[in-house]
């Protein structure tokens, strides 16, 4: 099995001490995330699992405890996506560390496992008007600023564009109120000068571009300029970053579980919404529940 670690909250910036347990223990127990009231069990035994896939916005916490990950059974066989938007703190992540303290994380991390082992995300990226503006001209620029200091450290970047969910329109609401600020849909003109600026730009540097499930008329646009479909978990692209892992056949398949134009391979998510501290408020998941450090549970569950 693949383990994603995880799309549902940071794992590597908050819960490294309780994944080191999990992979002591070799276990882990993941509620199940539409009905609490059932659960799952993962073995987390190397025997079991093929690769380990992490997603941060801050994996610096994690970094201590690689090379104990790699004597416990995992070396060279777990890869990160490590997410750096250019946004306003303040505004949409206050809870982040600055932005040069992540670009060096990113070249820490880099020099401890490798450039193909990360993968970059410019993610989301975010259109709004008023008092401060994120627009086509901000996006060149700022992508531009990142791959300069990014480019030796990565071989793949992936894009996406904000998707609107129930959960955060209350943020959209609060922006407007609080900094008159909108969150606006790019048209597909916007979409199309981006992603063109986006792949000539990161193929300058060497870098490859993927989408990340975006719908079908942004995919239209975002295939025409270059970017190839979106798929951050799969079992190709795990085996060419991580040559030591063979995939079984049996995964080598489209996950169920993820939405209709997503092409990630069958994996096991670990994580459990609303436990992130970050609380950016783009996010689908900002609800925050208190952990507990000693559970077996995937992550905190009261």
């Known amino acids: ?16 001490e309780w994944f080191m347990r999990r992979l002591k223990d ?21 025997n079991d699992v093929e690769a ?25 066989r777990y890869l990160f ?15 982040l560390p600055p932005l040069s303290e992540r670009i060096d994380t990113f070249s820490r991390l880099a020099d401890t496992i490798g450039p193909t082992r990360i993968i970059w995300r410019y993610d989301p990226i975010i259109f709004c008007k008023g008092n401060l503006k994120l627009d086509l ?8 600023h990142l791959i300069k200091f990014l480019h030796p450290f990565t071989k793949k970047v992936v894009v996406s564009f904000l998707d609107f969910y129930k959960k955060n329109h209350w943020f959209f609401k609060t922006l407007k109120k609080q900094y008159n600020l909108e ?12 992603t063109k600026n986006i792949t000539e730009t990161a193929n300058s540097f060497g870098i490859e571009v993927f989408g990340c499930c975006e719908k079908t008329e942004y995919s239209k646009v975002m295939k025409k300029n270059g970017i190839k ?20 056949k049996k995964i080598q398949k489209k996950d169920p579980g993820q939405r209709a134009n997503c092409g990630c391979t069958i994996s096991k998510d670990i994580g459990v919404y609303h436990t992130c ?23 905190p569950y009261l």
């Open 1 to 16: 099995m693949i383990i994603s670690a995880s799309r549902r909250t940071d794992i590597p910036a908050f819960y490294g």
């Open 26 to 46: 070799g276990f882990v127990v993941i509620p199940n995330p539409f009905n609490t009231h059932r659960f799952s069990i993962q073995s987390l035994s190397p």
């Open 52 to 76: 380990i896939v992490f997603w941060s916005k801050n994996p610096l916490p994690l970094i201590t405890f690689l090379s104990a990950i790699d004597r416990l059974g995992f070396h060279n």
């Open 81 to 95: 996506h490590f997410t750096l938007n250019p946004y306003y703190q303040t505004v949409f992540e206050p809870h």
């Open 137 to 144: 001209t901000f996006h060149q620029q700022a992508f531009f």
């Open 183 to 194: 969150i606006i849909e790019p048209d597909l003109n916007a979409i199309d000068d981006l």
């Open 229 to 248: 479909p979106g798929r951050c978990i799969h079992f190709n692209d795990i085996e060419s970053a991580l040559p030591e892992v063979k995939i079984p």
């Open 277 to 299: 501290w970050y609380r950016c408020g783009y996010c689908y998941a900002t609800d925050f529940r208190r952990f507990k450090p000693n559970s077996s549970l995937s992550l």
